[in-house]
């Protein structure tokens, strides 16, 4: 039987209803890339971003791209010198980001990972964000802003995808 190409790294499901950060931290340099699914929603509000930061990063080494939708209108936005990555939007409905970390442990190379976040009744957007450090990456935070707060419920998990031999 072949080996499984995405390992599960560690699953968190919130819950309680005060958490707006989610850390995943000694994360082994053994794969090639990493995957973060989050499948959450916040507790009350409007639309807020989804972020992560790298190894307790909160320097202005950030940069994002992205392009969205919302069945209505279409649009896109670029941010620079920001104190984390934006991984999508999260609304009180239940909501679906993926975000790709690419050669995460290279230490040769800045970090970019790619993202996919679906919010049924507000948006779909993709885009592309930028750390813009060498180090390895070891730790992923998940961050809602102040006073925001995942749902009790809400699921978050992390993966490590390793190379097939040829």
């Known amino acids: 039987m072949p080996t499984p190409t995405y390992n599960c790294i560690a699953t968190t499901t919130v819950s309680g209803t005060s958490t707006n950060s989610v850390l995943f931290d000694s994360i082994p340099s053994t ?26 990063d909160s320097g202005t080494n950030y940069s994002a791209t992205a392009v969205y939708g919302t069945g209505s209108v279409a649009g896109s936005f670029r941010e620079t010198t920001t104190i984390w990555g934006i991984a999508g939007n999260q609304t009180t409905g239940m909501s679906n980001t993926i975000c790709h970390i690419m050669n995460y442990a290279n230490t040769t190379t800045y970090k970019t990972f790619l ?9 779909t957007s993709a885009g592309v964000a930028l750390w813009r450090n060498t180090a ?11 006073s925001n707060f995942f749902t009790a419920g809400s699921i978050l998990s992390l993966y490590g995808i390793k190379a097939e031999a040829v």
């Open 136 to 146: 390895a990456i070891n730790q992923v935070e998940v961050l809602l802003t102040v």
């Open 31 to 56: 794969y090639t890339d990493l995957v973060l699914v989050v499948n959450s929603s916040k507790t009350t509000g409007s639309v807020v971003n989804i972020y992560l930061r790298f190894n307790g």
């Open 115 to 123: 993202r996919r976040n679906n919010v049924p009744d507000d948006s």
